[in-house]
């Protein structure tokens, strides 16, 4: 079965620390993969995207994600959190079948950040 | 530009009622998804409608039913409530169903049942 895999449930990091939140797949083929932040009350924002081509993808906000297919990962990162940046962050996967509507959620990585 | 816009934003049911979430998608999107998000959970896809007609659905019971209009608006309907439908109510809207439409979220809509 198509499953997306958050080993953390909640990380803490202080202000101006690096980060770096996981995320595992497991998929037939090769998946798309995203990654999401939903602050609290609020929807879901995509920070970036991997579909094919350069393994290490840019998003909004700085935060980037490196795609590994031997690790069968693609970790979320950040160089020096700020602490707007705590919320709750969510990668998930969908079939390189072309839907995108269907996609398959990791249980989510609460950060917490301490000044 | 209006992002996609649900309501209402708080809802409080009785088990065995029935109730209708609502849904306005991004400008210029047509395809609108429906997720559920349990507590403490990522979301689940429910179903995708898109030229009016259901097009993909997730595992998800006959008592979850939707509707698309033809400007593009959804309707998220539920049947006989149980107290484990108690959620946040996603809805996602999209330019077509192609993987480079990423999807827009709206701040969801939360489902209370009693």
């Known amino acids: 079965a198509q499953s997306v895999t958050q080993p953390d449930i909640h990380i803490t990091v202080s202000e101006g620390a690096s980060l770096e939140l996981r995320c595992n797949y497991s998929y037939g083929a090769t998946p798309y993969l995203f990654w999401y932040v939903q602050s609290p009350g609020q929807g879901l924002q995509l920070l970036l995207k991997?579909?094919?081509?350069?393994?290490l993808v840019q998003g909004i906000k700085g935060f980037e994600a490196e795609f590994k297919r031997s690790q069968s990962s693609f970790n979320l990162r950040k160089p020096s959190v700020h602490w707007s940046d705590a919320a709750e962050y969510f990668c998930?996967?969908?079939?390189?079948?072309?839907?995108?509507?269907?996609?398959?959620f990791g249980t989510g990585t609460r950060l917490q950040v301490t000044l | 530009d209006a992002g996609v816009t649900q309501s209402p934003t708080h809802l409080i049911k009785t088990r065995g009622q029935q109730v209708t979430l609502r849904c306005s998608p991004k400008?210029?999107?047509?395809?609108v998804s429906w997720y559920q998000q349990a507590l403490g959970q990522g979301p689940q896809f429910i179903f995708q409608y898109y030229e009016e007609e259901e097009r993909q659905r997730g595992n998800f019971p006959d008592r979850f039913s939707g509707h698309q209009f033809p400007n593009y608006s959804s309707e998220l309907n539920v049947n006989a409530l149980l107290l484990g439908d108690s959620a946040l109510y996603l809805c996602a809207s999209s330019g077509r169903t192609g993987f480079n439409s990423p999807l827009h979220f709206g701040n969801g809509t939360r489902l209370t049942v009693t």
């Open positions: 400008s210029g999107h047509d395809t």
């Open positions: 998930a996967g969908l079939p390189n079948t072309g839907t995108a509507s269907k996609l398959t």
């Open positions: 991997y579909f094919s081509g350069d393994t």
